[in-house]
């Protein structure tokens, strides 16, 4: 009896947590839930949590002196007060002493007081800002169990498979001892596996995998509204996931801004596509096409649109076709434009990479393959056709969720990362949770030396090449940062031809990832990364190196997004270490021809034949189509969040 009460309880909260309403305000109503949750944690600012945090160190003593016995039972009758909700603040002090005492006798590792700084404002709700070194990792592992026995069940998010296997195993320990389960989903487990590791005290896992398991405990579910007809439905087993209680992001910029605006789809395949042919066609059309005379191409929203020629050198060229869409002028002119798409606005390197004869999208903020994802609406046929591959039949939408929904239906949601602060007023806005900027350790000595400005991206190259011979002459480490696979592995060419020893980083040579980043350190070491690969994995100094200037970072072009280029440039001067950043750019770059056309026009009448020159001038230009790219990417995201309300709103049982 008592088990099946308790079977009740998860599905009824996971019925009640998939139907929980949210409201995205808008207006003078989003400046007054903004008002009233900076109000509500008005109490746990930055100035609360450093005397708070005062408390807990205090308590380091007297937690060291406890036996291990004493030690277990103090964290049992702590626990038991958080699982029956009689917590007072004493109560969360000594937790969090506790937790600490436990990570150090299992891992070795003692938290610093910014650390509990930052525990403490995961616990309270809060976005975290911890720069890049600074011990997240341990950060979350102690939060985690008061987080736990207070909400029940934990969901940690992390930017890939690995980081969220590696972090439940090595974590593990501290987990077991204070009383909680823990597991990780991987893209490979059953859903007979998954099941169970759902039903732990805390899970690890991606957004891209926990969002698509609850959409699939949609599917079966359905609309149903009561948790005992979805017995019926289920068989009894209920939803995979027992309710979204409490959520702590890592890395909370990557999944809660740059994946915000990426739609979770699940579909199925449809029959054998008889479309095949059909995008083959419309390929080869848009190859007789020029841009210009024939079409424009608008790189920014990716659409591109016929001209009174184009469009009449198509209609030609398609009324020779058979089939009866081609018969349909509306739809054959979309497949021509879809086509011309897929031919200027999507680049082998950038956008997507060929794998044993399939098209495989590549993340452009992280750079890592994106193996089960396609485009929507034959975007991702008319690329397999511009390749000439074998094109995939459509696909067929069964459910969809963006990551901005689905992370607002958590009932408690905190996270942590490097760079968050850049991005303070829209993860207040859209999350309701307030951010906090933690203070480093030790001080930052890192120096950003100036930036360099090319005329052309040739010249560019040339100086990149030109540095990293120098530093790794010198002995320093070097970590080079590319926007794409195509940068990196072009640079790489450059660098054998110099006879440079290398490491390449990229979604081609991801396999040792952790490693390789982790030996970027080493004097002498030349590693060539795509712009976060790598994430989550300290750069460790060696004595050599710290002698000799520390990590130089070299950035060869800047980001769309200016925290991308901080939390790249931040892999050097961690913990006090010295270390040196700097950016490249040139008049050819896509942020700048794309974002501020007119600026790289006048740019190009400043002095200096090669390198431009005054470099303030130039960081201010290039800053400032920064600042474009990012209110366009914000305005995406609204756009979702639009998407999601009238959703809500028209399709209530999806």
Known sequence: ???????????????????????????????????????????????????EARAVHRLRDECRALSEQALDEQIEQVRTRFRRGRIERDDIRRALALTREVARRETGEEAFFVQLVGALGLYHGRIVEMLTGEGKTLTGSIAAPLLAWKHKHLHVFTVNDYLARRDARSREGIYRRCGCSVGAIQEEQTPRERFEIYARSIVYGTPKQITADYLRDQLRVGPLRTPWTARLVTGGSGPMIPGLRAALVDEADAVLIDEGVVPLIIARSRSESEMAQVYRDAARIAQMLDEGPDYSVDHLKRRAELKRRGRERARQAWEKLDGAIWKAPRRAEELVRQAIVARDCYKRGSQYEIIDGRVIIVDEYTGRFLHDRSWEHGLHQAVEAKEGLDVTADRETLARLSFQRFFRTYRFLCGMTGTVADSRREIEQVYLRPVTSVPTNRPLIRKQLRTRAFRRASERWDAVVEEIIALHRRGRPVLVGTRSIAASEMLSARLETRGIEHRVLNALHHEEEASMIALAGRAGAVTVATNMAGRGTDIILDARARELGGLAVILTEMHTARRIDRQFMGRAGRQGDPGTARIYVSLEDELIVHHAPRLARLLALLPGRQELHPSVVVRLAFRHAQRRAERRDRRNRANVLRQDDWIEKHLPGG
Not at 20 to 45: N, S, V
């Open 1 to 51: 009896m008592s088990q099946a009460l308790t079977r009740y309880g998860a599905l009824h909260g996971s019925i009640l947590s998939r139907r929980r309403k949210i409201e995205t305000h808008k207006g003078l109503d989003r400046l007054f839930a903004w008002g009233a949750m900076r109000l509500a944690q008005r109490r746990t600012r930055l100035r609360y949590l450093v005397r």
